[in-house]
């Protein structure tokens, strides 16, 4: 696949995995209003009572229609990403210790070179051009917006690369900056978060309070419900036990795709797939974690900075939990962008 | 009747929705075009003045490192000659030529031709870079623009809102720039 069919591709995944999640986090919080804060916009069959006039009334009549667990769980949310929008990029900042790049120094001036090329490339404004003062080789971005994002690396990496995996490099993160996606990890990890929270509740609610007590108006409801109702509460319980580790899966398989995004989109900007190839087998040479970026940041690098072992394993976990695709797949992917194999089933 | 009117309605939306994209990519085009200009003088500007204070500094190098090769080969003349105050003499001179070599290196340490000539290529690789990439992205924006106009249910409507496909940045067919350049490293 080439560079552009390999971008439409990975959008096109990314939104359905949005969607999934989306979709994981409805499936939770309206069970958690139906089964126990009473919502019901079907509206069940209103009971009826003995009043004291001696006649019946019906009780009951008006349903819950405001689903309260999950309008608290969305702000929840949203509050995650506000926070994220308007301290994230100071607090990255600050945890790893970077500072501007200067341009006394020949190769932190060839690195500002290279940003500014790359802007241009894009067609965005040039992002602050950062310095991680560790010997491993990494790169990250950050940033909500093109105007105010920034782009950072390791002394290792400016000792490490030459000019065109330099380029390489900052054309990825620069690609990260250009699909925005500071914007999408965000909004998959207040998912998360909220998804955690209605959970939490949930497990709460089941120790303390049995199935609650929205649950016996639905006893005036049609026969052939009962069960049906409970296995819809089974399976519930199910979602609410397996729902951390789904949407844990869910946020880095969002996070892998929007990885080979970038790798994609890289590519687009120089032209030369193979100088991101040359690039990505010096970093996966220099194995040692990069002790600096912590694992907030840790999905924007262009490595997993948390020690590159994960990715050369292939197994099951690795495959599902891992923030970045394994790099043999990555390397593979830039050589059929370059035509230098033959895309599957050719 | 109103089936007609909401129809009609959505189509007006469509139309300004649709006409104000295509502005902004044709506006995004012109700018685009005129970015390369300003990397070409950018170009102009710059090249030359620092050939030329790259020149100096090696002139300036190369002037003191004459003075020091002159100086001693009079010390070694003087010295083959054997009168003893015109050894002295040449010498005192080398010291000073030595001297003023100790000066320059201690002021400037990485005053070395090779620095200097090393910066030079990185700011001419730099410059070239961005005049290529400026029209990479110019041929990007214009392709984007004429695939927004030639898509289905806009190319009905671009010619009469008044767009006009843009023509891409090329080289012309007969033009001397796509020679293979000859690399002559011959002194």
């Not at chain 1, 994609?264 to 900007?269: C, D, G, R, V």
Request: charged share 15%.
């Amino acid at each position: 696949m080439n560079i552009y069919e390999q971008q439409t591709s990975n959008k096109r995944t990314t939104m359905a995995l949005l969607g999934a999640f989306f979709l994981l986090f409805l499936a939770l919080g309206a069970g958690f209003d139906y089964f126990y804060l009473s919502f019901d916009p079907v509206g069940a069959q209103p009971t009826y009572v003995m009043n004291a006039q001696g006649y019946y009334e019906a009780a009951n009549t008006s349903p819950q229609l405001v689903p309260y667990g999950t309008i608290a769980a969305l702000l929840f949310g949203a509050i995650m990403v506000l926070n994220s929008v308007f301290n994230g990029a100071g607090m990255v900042l600050r945890s790893t210790m970077a500072r501007r790049a200067v341009s006394a120094d020949p190769a932190e001036q060839q690195f500002l070179n290279v940003v500014r090329e790359m802007s241009l490339a894009a067609g965005l404004p040039a992002p602050a051009a950062y310095v991680v003062p560790d010997p491993d080789v990494n790169a990250f971005a950050t940033g909500f917006s093109p105007e105010n994002s920034v782009i950072a690396v390791t002394e290792g990496l400016l000792r490490t690369l030459d000019r065109e995996e330099l380029q390489a490099v900052v054309a990825h993160e620069m690609s990260h900056i250009r699909n925005y996606d500071m914007r999408v990890m965000t909004v998959a990890a207040a998912l998360m978060g909220a998804i955690a929270l209605v959970s939490d509740f949930a497990g709460r609610s089941m120790r303390y309070g049995g199935r609650g007590g929205g649950r016996s108006s639905g006893g005036g409801r049609g026969k052939g419900g009962g069960p049906l109702v409970l296995l819809l509460f089974a399976v519930w319980i199910l979602l609410v036990i397996f729902a951390p580790l789904f949407s844990r899966m869910l946020a880095m398989a969002i996070s892998r795709q929007r990885e080979f995004l970038a790798d994609a989109s890289a590519a687009e900007l120089t032209r030369n797939p193979m100088g991101l190839v040359s690039a990505l087998e010096k970093i996966r040479a220099a194995v040692n974690p990069t002790r600096a970026i912590n694992n907030g940041v840790a999905h924007m690098c262009i490595t997993d900075p948390r020690g590159s072992l994960i990715e050369e394993k292939s197994g099951f976990a690795a495959d599902l939990l891992a923030t970045h695709p394994p790099m043999e797949k990555r390397i593979l992917a830039l050589k059929m962008m370059a035509y230098q194999k033959a895309p599957a089933g050719a | 009747m109103t089936v007609l009117a909401i129809v009609l309605g959505l189509l007006a939306v469509w139309l300004v929705f649709t006409f104000n994209k295509l502005v902004g990519l044709k506006n995004q085009v012109l700018n685009a075009f005129r970015q390369i200009d300003v990397q070409l003088k950018r170009r102009h500007d710059l090249i030359p003045n620092l050939v030329n204070s790259v020149k100096g500094e090696m002139k300036f190098e190369k002037e003191t490192l004459e003075n020091v090769i002159q100086a001693r080969a009079a010390a070694v003349n003087a010295g083959q000659g054997g009168n003893m105050n015109e050894v002295l003499a040449k010498e005192g001179m080398l010291t000073q030529a030595l001297g003023k070599l100790f000066a320059l290196t201690e002021n400037y340490p990485n005053l070395k031709s090779i620095e200097v000539v090393r910066t030079l290529m990185e700011e001419l690789r730099t410059t070239e870079n961005q005049i290529g990439f400026s029209r990479q992205f110019y041929n990007d924006i214009v392709t984007r623009f004429n695939i927004q106009q030639q898509v289905f249910p806009t190319n009905m409507f671009a010619a009469m809102l008044g767009f006009q496909p843009a023509t891409l940045w090329e080289l012309p067919a007969d033009s001397v720039e796509r020679n293979v350049p000859k690399v002559d490293l011959t002194v």
